[in-house]
């Protein structure tokens, strides 16, 4: 059975700075993986999605990096700002089936 | 306009009673899908639908039953609500099951005192 893992918790920095949130999972049998964020009362948003076969993904200020070997991704935040301050959430899809497995989340606070 | 819309996004009731989480998506979806998230952030599949038809029930109680008139609608009915099921409801759906991306809707959260 698929775990996932974040660490850590709950992150607050000051603006401006550059951070790393982690994700792990137990079994390396995976389809894809992809970093999600959610804001309070709102859905998820998708931020970037890493298929088994790619070792990283970018989308402006962000960069995701996947050893599915390892059984770990890490996503990096770039100068970071306030709006960036948000609950981000990792989720693997396993190689059968269609269901994502979720992480309990970084709650992140990027202070002014 | 919403992509994928459910209404209530809050429900507050009483133990025992009876409610219904309805979602719709405009997407042109054919594979839609119900996420409880608990207290402790932990986001889990509770069911799936393709083009009307059941195709994931993870372990949830009997209690729980999704329903799924068309393709573009699955809603969730759960008899005699109990404490354990305050939590956010997130509908999602995505253009097939195996596809890559899933669009969530903005999550019901459901209070039962």
């Known amino acids: 059975k698929q775990e996932v893992t974040q660490i850590p918790a709950a992150l607050s920095v000051p603006e401006g700075e550059n951070l790393v949130l982690n994700c792990s999972f137990t079994?390396?049998?995976?389809?894809?993986l992809q970093w999600f964020r959610q804001d309070p009362g709102k859905g998820l948003t998708s931020l970037l999605l890493?298929?088994?076969?790619?070792r990283e993904q970018t989308s402006g200020r962000l960069n995701a990096s996947l050893d599915k070997s390892s059984g770990r991704s890490t996503l990096y935040i770039a100068a970071s700002q306030p709006g960036d301050s948000a609950t981000y959430l990792c989720?693997?899809?396993?190689?059968?089936?269609?269901?994502?497995?979720f992480g309990e989340g970084t709650q992140l606070t990027v202070n002014p | 306009d919403t992509a994928v819309s459910q209404t209530p996004k809050y429900l507050v009731t009483q133990m025992g009673n009876d409610k219904s989480i309805k979602c719709e998506q405009n997407l042109g979806h054919d594979t839609m899908y119900w996420y409880k998230q608990d207290s402790k952030k932990f986001l889990k599949i509770m069911f799936s639908?393709?083009?009307?038809?059941?195709?994931i029930n993870e372990t949830v109680p009997n209690r729980f039953s999704p329903k799924s008139p068309d393709k573009a609608h699955l809603n969730l009915h759960i008899n005699s609500l109990e404490l354990g099921d305050s939590a956010v409801y997130f509908c999602?759906?995505?253009?097939?099951?195996?596809?890559?991306?899933?669009?969530f809707g903005a999550g019901s959260r459901l209070t039962v005192l």
């Open positions: 890493i298929q088994s076969s790619q």
């Open positions: 989720a693997v899809k396993g190689t059968s089936g269609s269901r994502l497995t």
């Open positions: 999602a759906s995505s253009h097939s099951p195996g596809a890559n991306v899933l669009t």
């Open positions: 079994d390396s049998a995976i389809y894809n």
């Open positions: 639908y393709n083009n009307k038809e059941l195709i």
